[in-house]
């Protein structure tokens, strides 16, 4: 694989510099000139917010981050969607098993930030409540559940696009502080496919996928921030301007989906076995209730990130 522009192992990679003429030309998220010539406001973006992973994490500078010129609408759009993202699932991430420090973090986090779904609710208050109620012949029965701070799934598919957008140009790129060296990411081949809480990281859906990854070609495979920030890129050798990639965000959630140039879905999502749910039977108004049923992941049996990075011709 050919060399990352600036890149440095264990260290961020960084493109942004106070002189324009020695930045990335054009903003990674949008494709707006930013560079030689542009009026566009721009500043520093820091691909992985360092207030998106728990405080520390990146250890001085010592691990993988991103830097580089990005338009000020984009740096404040992702920003915003950053914050929601990183307090529920710092909020629910196992770190909670780990230091007493990341909880109280986690939970003065969501005690400052408001859920974008519930107008005027904190994070730490978003709970949602599901009542059960069913009639079996002359019995009633009713039940409460209670489920944790939920992620917006659009916050989740417009920040996944961020940062695959990011890194796809970051290994790419050939000369991204020249006009015709950055290759971009547009919106319309990127493709969001599913978000599994850590709970659920063992459902046959995602190991399938995982398994079917191990035969792709592997260019970027990145585990930085203490282990807060996981991602992954690999080609579909057979499919020109295929690509698959993974995310995994603050130990909690982890995110797929693919990259591709036609109308065509790889085929690595093809046939993927069915979602579990646990039917409770039809309510009182004649509408069936059901939850997702959640497996739990092997440590052991974790491929997911695991994966060698090609050391052939860049893609």
Known sequence: MKPVHKFRKNQPVVWFDRKKEKS?????????????????????????????????SFQEGSQFNFIFRAC????????ELERHVSSVTLLNSIHKQEKREYVERAISKASRDFHPLKPGVLVKDA??????????????????????????????????????????????????DKESGTCLLPESNFWFHRAYNHGDWGNAELTELSKRAEELRCYANINTADGNFKA????????????????????????????????ECPMIFEGLPAESWKSFGKGSDGVTRRIKEETPLDESNDILFSYEVYSGEGP
Request: glycine share 8%; charged share 15%; net charge positive.
């Open 24 to 56: 990335n030309q054009y903003c990674l998220y949008c494709g707006v000139p930013v560079g030689i010539g542009s009026e566009a406001p721009s500043n520093k973006e820091h691909l992985i917010g360092r207030q998106f992973v728990p405080t520390g």
């Open 127 to 176: 709970t949602d409540t599901h009542v059960f109620k069913f009639n079996i012949g002359a019995l009633s029965m009713k039940f409460e559940a209670t489920s944790p701070p939920q992620v917006s799934q659009q916050y989740i598919r417009e920040l996944s696009f961020y940062h695959v957008q990011g890194l796809f140009s970051l290994i790419t790129s050939k000369a991204p």
């Open 232 to 263: 992954m890129l690999c080609r579909i050798i057979d499919k020109p301007g295929c690509w698959f990639w993974a995310l995994e965000w603050n130990k909690h959630l982890r995110v797929v989906g693919g990259i591709y140039s036609h109308e």
């Open 72 to 79: 000020e609408v984009c740096n404040s759009n992702k920003s």
